[in-house]
């Protein structure tokens, strides 16, 4: 520095800065060092920076008064610093030599300078809006400017000489303008031309946020008010930022996958056997999930890395700081402006630590968050394209976890993830410094610590397996509500809610037993990482002390040591954590790996080329299986179905009917063979879709909407008059699976869909079972018949109904998955082969008159209008109809003679100009009350303390008071041992150490030891009272959903209930109890440290007034906003989970029609939205870091200034013991509110699960007093008085004053138009429904006056969907284990299942998958029947039962019912008319009325409504 500033400056003068009262720098250091370092800085930035700016161009942004005034002012800066050059190289030739000092800096500032200016323009044209750069260039050249500025003031006034003048001014200038860009820089530029942030209504702030706004949060303020104010709503949330959407970060995660699979695929042994050993050649590498993580998030998650380093550093600063404040205190005539600096240099350095570590947080928290939008998206695509196998080992329920459960494992681990290189980092940073301090004596610490790790570990790796296991247990338990949920009308129907419980509950005390040892390992760890910092303190000092007579255990040793072994605490104790959760996340991936890995359905097994050729569908040699692994399902099946032509596909139960669509469909492994279909596809399946919308969006189902073909489509499915009947019009938003659609009307839905779809091949899956059979034939002559909308298209028509095969162009019978015979209906016939022989077992002359009827179409009275139109205001207008028939009947035959008529050139606009009603139905808006699902409703507002009792009360009141008792007990005996600590520490002022080494060291030892035990004790009492609060939550819910009547599971959507027990439980029992513990300890410690604060310094009591009101402040606004932030979030959750778990159930459907594009969009909306208020939350968690810590950073400055200012009063100890604690708050604060917050937060989960455990429950299920007789009913007379019902409050009655009255044995059909109350009459027996007005009465015993238990077990049902459980066929039949072996095998037997059940390996014992999955919808039904032989009681009810069922199966049924119901009370909803001609008496019901009750030969000679139908179905001439 000589060489440079000449011998005339010293660099440095000791005196001059140090030992001074108004110390100075030296201008040699103030022009070198001063002014180099901002430079230094810009330069070393500089190249790294463009390459960013070059890498991330986000448009140009118009030149702005604020963006000229900065490009002006740097210039001015050049021309000033050069300006000092010039008048330096001008006092050269004048004479006046200056060292070159004088020339180098303003040099080098100059070009700075220049640089900075071209950094604004360029990050102008790259539309950076505000530049960290440059702000923190500017803030550190202001910084350095102070100095000098102030030095030349204090010159200038004691000088005597003549001053500089022009340096002067040029100094006085520069800083002026640096100051204003500091100022300029902290404003913000407009955004960039063609950003988002101009087109979106509510674009997140942060991308237009300044730097400093974006260090501090302050962006978010914002929010944070508005939701102080009033609750946030979804519409007060921002968009998600482009980068964070799904439809950016998804695809990358794709793409990475799709390498990675694609490299897994090539690295296969075949090239690269020679460079691999024998044994390894066996495995080709599996594709890795994480790599193409890493890849995917990897280079964003590093910056957070990056942070966090610094940060670690920062963090040793502070220590070092503590030391000089100690040594200060003690030391007698030094300057006091020392003890200032190092307090405000404490302060600044914790601020500076703060900032740092929360942006960590914040990269690391938005890679979570991506990373679990991208798993999210990766597996629904997935799931929609795989294979039936791997449905198979994954079902709905496990998937749901997959995004649930093991995405959110990921999201929590990045945000720890950075501890597994930073904890070992801070560690041995910490022990450095220690060894520094203390020496070799560390070493004894270490050991403690060493010796902990593996304690930790085991106790990790114990929990961990404990987890795995409760895991399981919560899969299983959940899986189990899920289909009682699903199946519980049938509970009730059958009574068996009581043994389906006991199933849950036992499922439930295994979880509970896994949670308490969890607990008890959980309180020894508790223990472990409070006591350990402790004893670590411990054995170092001990040691320390008793090595060497000369080692003095002073305050700043003491204090300094403890404030390391603080930092040491937070990594030791987070270095297991996170590797128990990288376990987990291992675990997670695995499985996340295991699914995305699933074999894919083959989209070539259909070739779908369109080859031009007639034939519209071929099929050749085909061999189809369910899986691998399964024997084939379907084999050599040839078949070719002409362009236009109608096949339909006949068979027994179970010979492969369903599978041959789906083969067709490509849902099937294709063994061998040829399959192709020219065009588009759509399917009806079996069992109709139905998704939770509005019934006008599933028809449409993604096409736009054209109201005269979707009027004619309805009219065509019977559908127009039921839209009359539901409350919103076809507005209404149907329920979960179509729950509020009757089965008919879903199948006739499924129908509109296909129709409205125009597509070219139609796959019907037998979807005319469901409906009656008037609308059926109605549905066939519009819809597919030789005559119906569809006749030119190619419609392949699995049915049962023999009345429409003489319409067919094509015939072909399947038997045990082979065709057996093809051919027209009149080629079989004659044929003589099997078909003949099954035709023949049935009415032969039905059919001869169906032909006759379809060709007597035009005759007048035939003409079969009636199907529709109720009977009703047929007589009331009839000379009208008769008109509006003549002139169609008139139209029909000008058409067909006239066949160059340009209307037959289009069959819709021929559909259309038949109707009768050419106005359009008046639009129906669906009135907001009659909205079917209500939304779910989130409680807004503060928690209620009610909750918070409600909790405690759950644990026991005594408990929680003895639990707070240990708490205070705890944190006692731990100030204890610091204050005696730091008398400790005064002895060694007072020369008297050796004496009392023993006794100091003993009792330190005892109070530590002390609050260990306290700890364990508290944390265990704790975790006891938190299971047993888990246990009667979970048992009350659980207890009242069971008794919960039907009506609210139709209101209901299965997720939200499913939520309540799968997310909800899952909080209270994990949650929760760690958000107390902590939550506790936290608050505990808090109060503590204020104590001990005061009581050594007390003026720091006037501080805590207003520090406390600004934390509350901050705290308030922060709760508010997250909690409500929080619950948006659980809201938005459930819909991506019930979208999904619709959509897997459908996937066959949306895949037929080729939605899956459309469906994956919806995907990607509702997790957008989920995380649209997740983001908000984590920014919120920031924002309040921010600003507690900086609370914390206040206390430690004024703990350190009035350890200052009180330097003559205090001794050493008390000022290490304050300000070490001081530096302590900081983290509980912080961790105070956030438990808070998470407390609240969590304690909803209470709050939600007592809300469905108080629902309004259905009547006792047994009455003690009021038991009927055990062998009741003995007759089975039921009798019906003025008897009325409707379906909720509000809702209109559904039967009216029913009022008829059936003897013992007799046989009742009951039919009508859907819709017409039939099935509703029948829930009235069982009381799924209550009455609204009258009574029924069996055997005299009014049914409303007895249990429910005591009257359902007393009736038997043949529901009309099929139900099945997963669990053994035994279990299905019955679960309590009633009856014996020979029971079911007899019931078996007469249900004709006994073949199949005694053919499969496993007998009873036959393991039925979720919903029965693996047997055929009409071996499902044959079961039910099966349930209902074994119950044989005297009342029997069947409902629409012989829908799915053939013909043939359908006869064994009736005559079983007919011999072994001999003499019990039957009721039948028919559709199939011939069932019940034998009947003793026929009820038409008719909107809710007795229309006609009469034996059926009766009714016939009435000509009434019942002859009506019975022609339709072609019974009767």
């Known amino acids: 520095m000589e060489r440079l500033c000449g011998p005339k400056f010293p660099f440095w003068e000791a005196n001059r800065t140090l030992h001074t009262d108004s110390p100075d720098l030296p201008e040699c250091f103030q022009l070198s060092v001063l002014s180099w370092l901002p430079c230094l800085y810009l330069w070393a930035v500089s190249p790294l920076y463009l390459l960013y700016l070059k890498k991330n161009n986000k448009g140009y942004i118009m030149m702005s008064i604020l963006n000229r005034v900065k490009t002006v002012l740097g210039v001015v800066l050049w021309i000033v610093c050069w300006t000092d050059l010039f008048y330096a190289f001008h006092e050269q030739q004048v004479g006046l030599a200056q060292p070159p000092i004088y020339f180098v800096t303003p040099l080098v500032v100059g070009m700075t300078m220049l640089l900075a200016t071209f950094l604004v323009q360029l990050e102008r044209l790259r539309g950076v809006q505000s530049s960290g750069v440059l702000f923190i260039f500017w803030f550190v050249s202001s910084l350095c400017a102070i100095v000098p500025f102030r030095s030349k003031i204090i010159q200038a006034s004691i000088q005597t000489g003549e001053p500089d003048h022009l340096r002067l001014t040029t100094f006085y200038v520069y800083f002026i303008l640096v100051v204003l860009q500091l100022v300029l820089c902290c404003f913000n530029e407009k955004p960039p031309l063609f950003s988002d942030v101009d087109t979106d209504p509510n674009p997140c702030p942060e991308s237009t946020a300044g730097f400093l706004s974006t260090m501090t949060f302050w962006w978010f303020t914002r929010m944070a008010i508005k939701g102080y104010k009033n609750p946030l709503e979804a519409k007060d949330l921002w968009s998600l930022n482009k980068r964070d959407s799904s439809e950016v970060v998804v695809p990358r995660l794709l793409k990475e996958w799709e390498k990675e699979q694609g490299q897994a695929q090539t690295s296969s042994p075949e090239e690269t056997v020679t460079l691999l050993s024998e044994e390894k050649k066996k495995t080709p590498r599996k594709p890795a999930f994480l790599r193409s993580l890493l890849r995917t998030f990897g280079p964003y998650f590093l910056i957070g890395s990056a942070y966090k380093l610094l940060q670690d550093i920062i963090t040793f600063v502070n220590p070092q700081l503590l030391r000089m404040l100690i040594s200060f205190t003690k030391e007698e005539n030094v300057p006091y402006w020392w003890g200032y600096a190092l307090a405000f240099l404490m302060f600044f350095v914790a601020f500076l630590q703060t900032l740092i570590l929360h942006q960590h947080f914040q990269y690391c928290f938005v890679t979570g968050m991506r990373i679990r939008t991208a798993i999210i998206g990766a597996i629904y695509r997935k799931s929609l394209v795989i294979t039936n196998a791997a449905k198979r080992s994954s079902t709905v329920g496990e998937i749901v976890n997959l995004m649930s459960v093991d995405a959110q494992r990921f999201m929590d681990l990045t945000t720890f993830l950075n501890m597994l290189w930073s904890a070992p980092l801070q560690i041995i940073l910490a022990l450095y410094f220690l060894w520094q301090n203390l020496g070799p004596s560390v070493l004894a610490g270490v050991a403690v610590m060493v010796l902990l790790i593996p304690l930790n570990a085991a106790i990790a790796v114990k929990t961990r397996a404990f987890q795995v296991e409760q895991m399981r247990y919560k899969d299983s338990r959940i899986k189990l509500m899920n289909e009682i949920l699903n199946g519980i009308k049938v509970l009730k129907l059958y009574a068996w809610e009581k043994s389906f419980m006991d199933q849950v509950l036992a499922i439930r005390q295994k979880e509970l037993m896994v949670l308490k040892k969890t607990a008890y390992l959980g309180s020894l760890s508790t223990m472990a990482w409070t006591s350990a910092p402790f004893l670590v303190a411990l054995t170092t000092f001990a040691v320390y002390v008793t090595v060497d007579e000369n080692n003095i255990l002073d305050a700043e040793k003491a204090f300094v040591s403890l404030s390391l072994f603080n930092i040491l605490r937070f990594p030791l104790n987070m270095l297991p954590q996170v590797i128990s959760s990288l376990v987990q996340a291992s675990v997670s991936l695995k499985r996340i790996q295991n699914f995305l890995s699933h074999d894919e359905l083959d989209p070539e097994s259909v070739d779908r080329a369109n080859i031009a050729s007639d034939c519209a569908v071929t099929v050749v040699n085909g061999k189809f299986t369910w899986t691998k692994e399964d024997p084939p399902v379907l084999h050599s099946i040839s078949l070719m179905v002409p362009q236009g032509s109608l096949l339909a596909v006949v068979g027994h139960v179970g010979c492969g009917k369903s599978s041959l669509i789906s083969a067709l469909l490509g849902e099937m492994e294709k063994l061998d063979g040829e399959i192709s279909i020219q065009g588009s596809v759509a399917y009806v399946p079996q069992q109709a879709w139905i998704q939770n919308a509005t019934l006008r969006d599933n028809i449409l189902f993604g096409k736009p909407f054209n109201e005269p073909k979707y009027r004619c489509i309805l009219e065509a499915c019977a559908l127009t008059p039921d839209l009359e009947v539901l409350p919103g019009g076809d507005q209404t938003e149907i329920g979960e699976k179509g729950i509020n659609l009757s089965g008919g009307q879903r199948q006739r839905v499924s129908i509109a869909r296909a129709l409205y779809s125009e597509a070219d091949v139609y796959l019907l899956d037998d979807p005319l079972s469901a409906v009656d059979a008037h609308v059926a034939k109605h549905i066939f002559d519009k819809v597919m018949g030789p005559d119906g909308a569809l006749k030119d298209k190619t419609r392949i028509l699995v049915t049962h109904g023999i009345s429409f095969l003489p319409q067919v162009d094509n015939i072909m019978v399947l038997v045990d998955g082979r065709v057996s015979e093809m051919g027209s209906y009149q080629a079989l016939l004659k044929e003589n082969g099997a078909f003949a022989e099954f035709l023949r077992n049935y009415s032969l002359e039905d059919i001869i008159e169906e032909e006759e009827a379809t060709e007597a179409l035009i005759d007048d009275e035939e003409f079969p209008d009636d199907a529709l139109s109720n009977h009703t205001d047929m007589v009331s207008n009839e000379p009208v109809v008769n008109e509006e028939k003549r002139k169609f009947i008139r139209q029909i035959s000008i058409i067909s003679s006239d066949v160059e008529n340009p209307k037959t050139k289009s069959v819709r606009k021929r559909l259309c100009s038949e109707r009768k009603h050419p106005e359009p139905l008046p639009e129906k808006t669906a009135p907001s009350k009659d909205k079917l699902i209500q939304a779910e409703t989130t409680e807004t507002g503060r928690v209620k303390l009610k909750v918070f009792l409600e909790y405690a009360r759950a644990v026991g009141p005594v408990l929680s008071v003895f639990i707070c008792f240990l708490y205070c007990c705890q944190n006692a005996a731990a100030i204890g041992a610091n204050i005696w600590l730091s008398q400790w520490t005064n002895d060694a002022g007072l020369n008297d150490t050796q004496a009392n080494v023993p006794m100091r060291v003993g009792v330190y030892a005892a109070l530590g030891i002390a609050q260990g035990i306290l700890v364990m004790m508290s944390s265990f009492t704790l975790a006891m009272g938190n299971i047993g609060a888990a246990r009667r939550l979970h048992f009350a819910l659980l207890d009242n959903k069971f008794h919960t009547p039907q009506s609210f599971f139709d209101t209901t959507p299965l997720g939200r209930v499913i939520n309540r027990f799968s997310k909800d439980i899952y909080v209270i029992d994990e949650a929760l ?445």
């Open 1073 to 1517: 109890p760690s958000t107390v513990l902590m939550f506790l300890g936290t608050l505990f410690s808090s109060v503590s440290t204020m104590i001990v604060i005061v009581s050594s310094t007390a003026i720091f009591a006037v501080v805590i007034a207003p520090l406390a009101f600004v934390y509350v402040f901050v705290q308030r606004f922060y709760v508010a906003t997250s909690r409500q932030l929080k619950r948006l979030e659980s809201v938005s959750r459930s819909p991506i989970y019930s979208h999904f778990s619709e959509t897997v159930t459908g996937s066959s459907v949306v895949r037929a029609y080729g939605r899956l594009d459309a469906f994956v969009t919806l995907n990607n909306t509702k997790v957008d939205d989920n995380q649209k208020s997740y983001y908000p939350g984590i920014v919120a968690n920031r924002w309040l870091g921010v600003r507690i810590e900086f609370i914390g950073n206040c206390i430690v400055l004024f703990a350190a200034l009035f350890a200052v200012i009180g330097k003559e009063q205090l001794n050493p100890g008390l000022v290490g013991l304050s300000v070490s604690y001081a530096l302590l708050v900081t983290m509980s604060l912080n961790w105070l509110v956030r438990m808070t917050s998470d407390l609240e937060s969590n304690i909803v989960a209470v709050e939600r699960v007592k809300e469905y455990a108080e629902t309004q429950t259905e009547a006792p299920w047994e009455i003690e007093d009021k038991k009927p007789p055990s062998d009741w009913p003995t007759q089975g007379n039921v009798e019906f008085r003025d008897y009325s019902v409707r379906y909720r409050e509000g809702l209109d009655l559904v039967l009216k004053n029913l009022s008829l009255s059936v003897n013992g044995g007799e046989k009742i059909g009951i039919v009508g138009r859907t819709g017409a109350g039939k099935s509703s009459m029948t829930l009235c027996l069982f009381r799924l429904l209550e009455a609204a007005g009258g009574e029924i009465t069996i055997d005299g015993i009014k049914i409303s006056d007895i249990g429910l238990h005591d009257l359902r077990s007393k009736l038997t049902i043949i529901p009309q969907e099929p139900v099945l459980f997963s669990g053994s066929l035994r279990m299905n039949l019955d679960p309590f284990e009633y009856y014996s072996e020979e029971d079911v095998w007899g019931a078996l037997e007469h249900s004709h299942l006994h073949k199949f059940v005694s053919n499969q390996p496993a007998k009873l014992e036959l393991e039925c998958s979720e919903g029965g999955e693996n047997l055929s919808v009409g071996q499902r039904q044959l079961v039910c029947l099966a349930r209902a032989l074994l119950r044989k009681t005297r009342i029997l009810v069947l409902d629409e039962a012989t829908a799915a069922i053939d013909l043939e199966t359908d006869d064994l049924i009736q005559s079983t019912i007919r011999t072994q119901f001999e003499d019990c009370t039957v009721f039948t909803i028919a559709h199939r008319l011939n069932t019940i001609m034998d009947y003793t008496r026929v009820l038409v019901l008719d909107k809710g009325q007795v229309a006609e009750f009469d034996t059926p030969s009766n009714l016939l000679s009435q000509r009434g409504i019942f002859y009506g139908m019975a022609k339709d179905a072609g019974l009767v001439q």
